[in-house]
């Protein structure tokens, strides 16, 4: 009568015989073991019926795809559906912070769209004009600081005062003497 095998127990009798099998191999081989020693207790181990029950008992790789569906085993698809998941997670993330603003806007159409929807904010004015110096559209830029000044409330002074000073700042950095000085006359009289 043969001894039914685990598969720690092939995988330790290999190693000491100076083989390396891993636990999946083991598993199949033990599995494989385990099989011919039932077929041997119900009688099935005589020449051609021997061959025939080998060859139609599914193999550890054939017994694993039908308990797990048609590819893979239990540990790849559970690190599929994982990656999978990942992948739908940081899709929604990215979706929701495009929806939120939190995406940096990368064309003129952008930020205007932004100014449709916060008209008196002076850092949305800013940085659209940023953007057009980063283009070096030095002109466009100062046109947009002057729709800025006409479009932010006069009663929001402290939004008025940063686009002053951006367009000081602006003035001083890429405009000539006659216009920086121009400039400071309107800020100092507080005409748009």
Same mark, same amino acid.
């Given at each position: ?8 127990? @092939? ?6 015989? /100076? ?8 598993? /199949? ?26 060859e139609s008992a599914p193999s550890? @790789? ?18 599929? &559906? ?5 992948? &739908? @997670? ?9 929806? %939120? ?44 600081? @002057? ?6 409330? %006069? ?16 003035? &001083? ?16 009289? /507080?005409?748009?």
């Open positions: 009568r043969t001894p039914l095998v685990e598969p720690r127990e @092939e995988a330790d009798a290999a190693a000491r015989l /100076g083989g390396r099998l891993s636990t999946r191999e083991a598993g /199949g081989r033990a599995a494989e073991h385990n099989r011919r020693a039932d077929r041997q207790r119900r009688g099935v181990n005589s020449g051609a019926a021997a061959a025939a029950a080998a550890q @790789e054939q017994e694993d795809e039908a308990a797990n569906g048609a590819g893979g085993s239990r540990r790849e698809k559970n690190s599929k &559906k994982t990656t999978s998941m990942r992948q &739908k @997670e940081a899709a929604i993330v990215e979706r929701e912070q495009e929806l %939120l603003g939190d995406a940096a806007p990368q064309t003129a159409d952008d930020y205007e769209r932004l100014l449709l929807g916060s008209p008196h904010s002076s850092y949305m004015w800013l940085r659209y004009m940023h953007f057009q110096v980063g283009l070096t559209e030095l002109e466009r830029a100062r046109e947009v600081v @002057e729709r800025a000044l006409r479009t932010i409330e %006069l009663g929001q002074e402290a939004e008025r005062f940063n686009v002053w000073a951006a367009l000081l700042n602006f003035e &001083k950095a890429h405009g000539s003497d006659q216009s920086f000085l121009a400039a400071f006359r309107r800020a100092v009289s /507080g005409t748009s």
